[in-house]
């Protein structure tokens, strides 16, 4: 039996305390697939930076084709015939396709242009070489980087998380631009967290938790329950029902509201028409980049209109388009933010003053002074009740992991009893158990009454807990669809701007 | 001579002081530093030059001294900035002081003493032009500036260096992770500029006023920053920047020869307010400026 083309032996690494790769072994075979399987901080992200020589190992040996080699840098990494895709893309957005790419691959603009479409047509990667990258959508920034990878000739490449950018339809493509690859002799490694994606794919899992390895597998043997348990440790949560409610009030109205960015690589948000009532939950469905930034702060206030265009933004059956978010607070508004660090708590604070930042008219003041006592005790109960794991309210937000903080500041949130609650992306980067406690508290909440409107990338949560969901595609937003009779395929139709055209 | 005569003549030499510590500035700015210690540098080269040239060394000489004293502080700027990412901002301020004081400190007994500048040299035919003439007859430092100029231009254009710095300035991890050696290639930029403003500092000294005076830079160092944001980081705009600036400075002597009834006060600080309108102008532009502009300017990079 040939060696395999890379051996991992021993890996470990830290950071400060956490154990974040703990002796991890692994072994991809030539010409294979191999996925490598966890939740969000299993240490996936880590261990291909090892691989691609960004970071260090503390111990651990590397094989490429059976002989050790040492990776001190990407460079090292790609000499010996390693690619990587990256989660959060490497692209240069002031610069043309053709130009990022002769970055890495030698050769002139013209030749390489040339080369570009040729991949492009074999692999099912169409890419115009002189379009400014950040004119391209997220998917063409995907191609482009999986078209600079293979430029280089590799003997492995990388994917992480390719899918956490994609439409449904587009994943098929992607796969089997994959099989193409893989048949033509080059290995995959294929890091995610989707058991069906990894099940479709893959000819070999190696599943990660918590830095160690807990299983290696071949995925077509075993079945979703399976690979879930080896992933997370316990058997996969139960769904939720949703009970149907009688209509409430409205909550939320927007009426035809148009915006034009003020950042050139923004998008512009066109005519977009929403209702929210009590007691229900809508759901903002789409790939980031299609408005999701812009829609999320015209809601909350962090962008105002101007005071002519106030009756395109209504909560509460009032015209509040040109308030503050301070101002729609008090009408009993209360938002979550896609970013945790920095807009939703200050990370250098601690706990208990970020409870201050949107509690303090829970009488954490006294005279307009501090009340340490409240304000102690208010986020006391804030990790109590929603299990929030952390030293104390002293310490500090940025020191919690991404869940933990995600929990306290949904504490946090709904602690205030708002009647319109706003989440962005409320489980990115969350465990599973933490993502079905933000679940189930937010269907507890709409069935009290409240209405919550969540902006989402992840379509599946999407259908777990919403009773309407309306698609963004630049910019534009798509009628109300009912999860109940439309399926993931309709909405990803709407997802790629392919729905609703014809007609 | 005419007073548009006298600043077409003039204007080009006028810019070159700003034009040369602008075009480091800018290959050190595209890296995504900033440099902030351009007027010290600028000072200190003068210094060097003028004392070379006074010594009897030639102006090559002076030229080549000035530009190694400007690498010298680019390596104490580029060595906390950019080695040990400290805070650029305050290691820019801190080096631009040094070097003012340092040119004062080697200036100190060559006070008001002068020196003999360059031969202008003309270019055969275009300078017999009426009017414009005055343009085509330079001192070879101008020439040569021109050509690094143009030289600049190409090198981001079409060069795959001006592409690696544009790369590293825009993302620097994302450079760093297709394998390029980030703060190597910032520490580089920033020798290159400290060497550019050591050449300003020489011409101002030892061509355009041969003399010397403490303090003689004056602000052309500020000016020179100001000119990579007004021009956008293009080194087409920089150009015009800096020759607008020049005749600017030129206008404010026409008008004291002419006896126009203006503080001699306002006119000096007439390139000053031209700066913050134009900065003022282009910055409003959002669009122009995160299109061309340095998105990690002034971040430190770590591994």
New interface residues.
């Given amino acids: 039996m040939p060696a395999p083309l890379l051996s991992l032996r021993n890996m470990t690494k830290t950071y400060g305390q956490t154990v974040a790769n703990s002796a991890i072994d692994l072994d991809v075979a030539a010409g294979s697939i191999h996925a490598i399987l966890g939740e969000n901080g299993a240490g996936k992200s880590t261990l291909m930076k090892l691989i691609?020589g960004?970071e260090r190992p503390d111990e651990g040996e590397v094989l490429w084709n059976g002989a050790p080699v040492h990776l001190t840098?990407?460079?090292e990494a790609?000499r010996l015939g390693i690619g990587?895709v990256?989660q959060h893309?490497?692209?240069?957005?002031?610069?043309t396709v053709v130009?990022n790419i002769?970055?890495?691959v030698p050769g002139s603009k013209a030749d390489l242009a040339t080369r570009i479409r040729a991949l492009g047509q074999d692999f099912g990667l169409v890419v115009d070489p002189f379009a400014h990258v950040?004119a391209l959508s997220v998917g063409e920034r995907q191609r482009v980087e999986i078209i600079r990878c293979l430029l280089t000739e590799p003997r492995l490449l990388i994917l992480d998380e390719p899918t956490s950018v994609l439409p449904p339809q587009a994943v098929g493509l992607l796969f089997d631009t994959l099989r193409r690859l893989r048949d033509g002799g080059v290995s995959i490694l294929f890091i995610s967290h989707k058991l069906d994606e990894i099940r479709a794919l893959c000819d070999r899992a190696t599943i990660l938790r918590g830095g160690r390895v807990t299983g290696d597998v071949d995925p077509r043997d075993h079945d979703s329950h399976d690979l879930a348990r080896m992933m997370i440790g316990r058997d996969m949560p139960a769904p939720l029902h949703l009970a149907p409610m009688p209509q409430g009030d409205l909550r939320l109205e927007l009426s035809g509201l148009n915006h034009a960015p003020?950042?050139?690589?923004g998008m512009g948000l066109a005519g977009v028409t929403l209702r929210l009532h009590a007691g229900e939950i809508l759901g903002i469905a789409g790939i980031s980049g299609n408005g999701q930034a812009e829609l999320s702060r015209l809601i909350s206030g962090e962008t105002v209109l101007p005071a002519a265009r106030r009756d395109e933004i209504r909560m509460m059956d009032k015209a509040i388009g040109h308030l503050g978010p301070a101002e729609r607070r008090a009408l009993g508004f209360a938002f979550v933010p896609e970013e945790r660090l920095g807009r939703g708590a200050v990370p250098d604070m601690s706990l208990a003053d970020n409870s201050l930042l949107t509690a303090h008219p829970l009488g954490l003041l006294k005279r307009g002074l501090i009340d340490r006592q409240a304000e102690a005790k208010f986020t006391a109960g804030c990790i109590a009740d929603f299990d929030v794991r952390t030293s104390g309210p002293e310490a500090e937000a940025g020191s919690l992991s991404g869940g933990n903080l995600q929990k306290f500041i949904m504490g946090r949130e709904i602690s205030l009893n708002p009647r319109l609650l706003f989440v962005a992306q409320p489980t990115w980067g969350v465990d599973i158990g933490a993502a079905t406690a933000i679940r189930h508290r937010l269907v507890q909440m709409r069935n009290e009454g409240v209405a919550v409107l969540v902006i989402s990338e992840e379509l599946e949560e999407l259908f777990e807990i919403c009773d309407r969901i309306q698609v963004l595609h630049k910019g534009a937003l798509s009628p109300s669809l009912d999860p109940r009779s439309e399926g993931p395929e309709e909405i990803g139709r709407w997802m790629i701007g392919a729905a609703g055209v014809a007609a | 001579m005419s007073g548009i005569e006298f600043i077409l003549a003039g204007m080009l030499a006028a810019a070159t002081p700003f034009l040369l510590a602008a075009l480091g500035e800018l290959v050190v700015e595209r890296a995504g530093v900033l440099n902030l210690g351009l007027e010290g540098m600028m000072a200190f080269g003068a210094a060097i030059g003028f004392i070379v040239v006074y010594e009897g060394g030639g102006h090559f000489a002076a030229f080549v001294a000035a530009g190694f004293a400007g690498v010298g502080l680019a390596l104490i700027f580029g060595g906390l900035a950019v080695g040990l990412r400290a805070n650029q901002v305050a290691v820019g301020l801190a080096v631009g002081i040094l070097g003012q004081g340092l040119s004062s400190l080697v200036g100190n007994s060559y006070e008001s003493l002068t020196i003999t500048g360059l031969p202008k040299l003309a270019f055969p035919g275009l300078s017999d032009l009426p009017v414009v003439g005055g343009l085509f007859v330079q001192d070879i430092i101008v020439w040569l500036s021109l050509i690094a100029t143009a030289l600049i231009w190409a090198m981001f254009r079409y060069s795959r260096l001006g592409l690696i710095l544009r790369a590293i300035g825009e993302n620097p991890a994302a450079a760093r992770a297709i394998g390029y050696r980030v703060n190597a290639l910032r520490l580089c930029a920033v020798m290159f500029g400290g060497a550019m403003a050591g050449f300003a500092g020489a011409y101002a000294a030892t061509v355009y006023t041969p003399l010397w005076a403490d303090g003689m830079i004056a602000g052309r160092g500020w000016i020179a920053l100001a000119l990579v944001v007004f021009g956008t980081w293009l080194t087409g705009r920089i150009f015009f920047g800096a020759c607008l600036f020049g005749a600017v400075s030129l206008a404010s002597l026409v008008a004291q020869t002419e006896g126009w009834a203006v503080p001699s006060q306002l006119l000096s600080s007439l390139p000053y307010i031209v700066a913050i309108v134009v900065l003022g102008i282009i910055t409003s532009n959002k669009r122009l400026l995160k299109i061309n502009g340095v998105a990690s300017l002034g971040e430190p990079f770590g591994p």
């Fill in positions: 691609y960004v840098s990407p460079a790609r990587m990256f893309f490497s692209l240069f957005e002031t610069l130009e002769s970055l890495i950040h003020d950042d050139p690589f």
